[in-house]
């Protein structure tokens, strides 16, 4: 079965820093990985996702991730938070190809919190 | 078109009424989902349609009750719901079950009294 830890449910960073959100993940067959941002009262929006091809991967607003096989892991960074950055952020898995039902498994998310 | 609508954005509802949530996507996907999201906590899977036919219910109590009437649009019907049911209930859309990508509308915040 697929699943999604993600490593801090509180990350705390001062503007102009490292943003490092953790995501590991388990699955049987190589999955399609995504992160998303929710900001308050608001639907997910996709930052970016990984589907076989690049294994570090571009994503909107600054950010990226890289996909790493040998440590099962999909951690997002972004060089420079910004205030606008605060938000909770999902890590998500599901399967790829024909037998893929859809289903999206989300981890528990973590909240960015950018100190000024 | 990119987006993916719903309606209403709050709804606030007693125990003994009928109420829906209404999703609609114009961007030609043929699966579309329903979520539940309680505060602090990620989007859990309720439904998901594809091709308009329910290929997904994870074992949703029958007071929540979904309708695909086309491939553009969603219902969730509501009847008798609990206040632990309060939640911001989240529609999401894909090409296909087998695509990479959903996309997820602004939700409706419900609120049961």
């Known amino acids: 079965a697929q699943s999604v830890t993600q490593l801090g449910s509180h990350v705390s960073v001062s503007e102009g820093a490292l943003v490092l959100l953790r995501c590991n993940y388990s699955?049987?067959?190589?999955?399609?990985l995504f992160w998303y941002v929710q900001y308050p009262n608001q639907g997910l929006q996709l930052l970016l996702k990984?589907?076989?091809?690049?294994?570090l991967v571009k994503g909107i607003n600054g950010f990226e991730a890289e996909f790493k096989k040998s440590e099962t892991s999909f951690h997002l960074t972004k060089p420079s938070a910004h205030m606008s950055d605060a938000a909770e952020y999902f890590c998500?898995?599901?399967?790829?190809?024909?037998?893929?039902?859809?289903?999206?498994?989300f981890g528990q998310g973590t909240t960015l919190q950018v100190k000024p | 078109d990119t987006e993916v609508t719903q309606t209403p954005k709050h709804l606030v509802m007693g125990m003994t009424n009928k109420k829906s949530l209404k999703c609609e996507q114009h961007?030609?996907?043929?699966?579309m989902y329903w979520y539940k999201q309680k505060a602090k906590k990620p989007p859990e899977l309720m439904f998901v349609y594809s091709y308009e036919k329910l290929s997904i219910n994870e074992s949703v109590p029958s007071r929540f009750s979904p309708e695909c009437p086309n491939s553009s649009l969603l219902n969730l019907h509501l009847h008798a719901l609990q206040p632990e049911d309060s939640a911001l209930y989240l529609c999401?859309?894909?090409?296909?079950?087998?695509?990479?990508?959903?996309?997820f509308g602004p939700g409706t915040r419900l609120t049961v009294l």
């Open positions: 961007m030609g996907h043929r699966a």
């Open positions: 699955s049987s067959v190589p999955p399609y």
């Open positions: 999401a859309s894909s090409q296909e079950t087998s695509a990479s990508e959903q996309f």
């Open positions: 990984y589907t076989s091809a690049a294994t």
């Open positions: 998500a898995v599901s399967d790829r190809g024909s037998g893929n039902t859809g289903k999206l498994i």
